[in-house]
């Protein structure tokens, strides 16, 4: 190597080193799309484009006047997400993901976070649908795992959360057919239920998996959500403002 590749090398490293994959934050007013790829659902297949009165994510406030990213949907309608990273992800890489949002309500079914499964469930081959979720059951937000498209989703770790009150959420995924998962809640490491410990062996990552944020399902009543920051790297320094760590 010559001696200018070789110092040029070493002065950008650390830059690169520190670069998040995905950094929003409302209160700066960073556009919606840096999140990715905005999913709206009115009924079940009807997917508008753009934001309508019914069915939007917009810069806003919270009930409270916090800046936030706010998620809305009036009853009936399905999904307003992004789905970030989209083709991005790669396997055997560890992910680092921080969420901060307050809830409006805590309607059953409602999920606000998703890794999904984008090839190995819909091509058949037997990867989950939605290998790991944040979803409401019970009364309760849980944390689910489905280990391959034969087994459903099994709740690893719940809370209720306070609504309308911000929560920090951290997710680290090591993303393999052989990977783990570990789960922060307001900067503290949890506890699985079903293990007792903090890192849960999972099939994260069973072909091509992305995280998708926001609300789905639920659809019985008016749906509110708001987002205040999201992040994503490939080190635990890279969340620590939106996990709250
Ligand atoms: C994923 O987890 C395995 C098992 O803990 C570990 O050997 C591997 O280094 C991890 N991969 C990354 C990229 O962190
Ligand atoms: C968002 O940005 C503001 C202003 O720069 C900062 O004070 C705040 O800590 C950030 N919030 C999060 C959750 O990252």
């Known amino acids: 190597m010559k001696p200018f590749t070789h110092l040029l090398t070493l002065s950008l490293l650390p830059a690169i080193q520190a670069k998040l994959l995905l950094d929003f934050n409302a209160t700066r007013g960073d556009d919606p799309s840096t999140l990715g790829t905005l999913n709206l659902e ?12 019914e069915l939007y994510i917009k810069l806003g406030e919270d009930p409270d006047g916090n800046p936030a990213l706010h998620f809305h949907r009036d009853e009936g309608y399905i999904r307003a997400e992004y789905h970030a990273l989209k083709d991005e992800m790669e396997s055997d890489t560890t992910y680092y993901i921080g969420y901060s949002l307050s809830m409006a309500q805590l309607q059953q079914s ?8 984008y090839s190995a469930y819909t091509d058949g081959s037997g990867g989950a649908n939605i290998p790991l979720s944040l979803e409401v059951k019970e009364d309760a937000l849980n944390f689910r795992y489905q280990a391959s498209a034969d087994d459903g989703r099994e709740t690893q ?4 959360p306070e609504l309308n009150t911000p929560h920090h959420i951290g997710l680290v995924i090591n993303t393999s057919d052989d990977g783990w998962v570990e789960l922060y809640w307001d900067g503290e490491k949890q506890e699985f239920d079903t293990t007792g410990e903090t890192r849960l062996s999972a099939t994260t990552f069973p072909g ?3 995280p998708k944020f926001g609300a789905y399902r639920g659809e019985e009543v008016e749906i509110d959500t708001y987002v205040y920051a999201i992040q994503i790297g490939t080190e635990m320094e890279d969340i620590v403002e939106a996990a709250g760590l």
Do not use: C, H, T, Y
């Not at 770790?157 to 209720?160: Q, R």
């Open 110 to 117: 409602l999920m606000i976070w998703q890794f999904k499964e």
């Open 208 to 210: 091509q998996a992305e």
């Open 42 to 53: 009115a009924e079940r297949g009807d997917k508008p484009d753009s934001n309508s009165d």
């Open 157 to 160: 770790w719940s809370v209720v």
